[in-house]
């Protein structure tokens, strides 16, 4: 069975800094393609970013609304994910999900994800 947790979601004033990260355990494979999506009240889920692992090395693709706030990078430990967030709008508050392994097509359509976590919310106070 496998599981995808997120952790670091908290209350933000505008412009200011936040880390989320995501863990996962029985995923098979030493890396895994994995993604951070969020989804604001009322609004469908958007993709933020992804990270292609690939044995020439990772990619790593940004949604227009974050390009150059945030930054994903993949964690020490087998198949883990952080998310960097800097210079945050009233915009980026939503719940924000982590999720594994790629089965095609879009990265930015939740379908193209097999595996989600349950989310954690981050808030921006202006």
């Known amino acids: 069975q496998v599981t995808v947790v997120e952790s670091g979601g908290d209350v933000v004033p505008a412009g200011g800094s936040l880390r989320l990260g995501c863990t996962t355990s029985?995923?098979?494979?030493?890396?895994?393609?994995m993604a951070w999506f969020r989804q604001a009240p009322g609004q469908e889920r958007e993709g933020v970013g992804v990270?292609?692992?690939?044995?020439?090395?990772?990619?790593?693709v940004y949604g227009e609304a974050v390009k150059g706030r945030f930054t994903i990078s993949r964690g020490n430990a087998k198949n883990t994910l952080s998310l960097e967030m800097t210079n945050l709008k009233s915009e980026d508050t939503a719940k924000y999900y982590c999720?594994?392994?790629?089965?095609?097509?879009?990265?930015?359509?939740?379908?193209?994800?097999?595996?989600w976590g349950q989310g954690t919310q981050v808030t921006v106070s202006s």
């Open positions: 999720v594994a392994f790629f089965v095609g097509g879009l990265w930015t359509r939740p379908s193209a994800w097999q595996h």
């Open positions: 029985g995923l098979i494979g030493d890396s895994v393609d």
């Open positions: 990270l292609f692992a690939r044995t020439s090395g990772q990619r790593v």
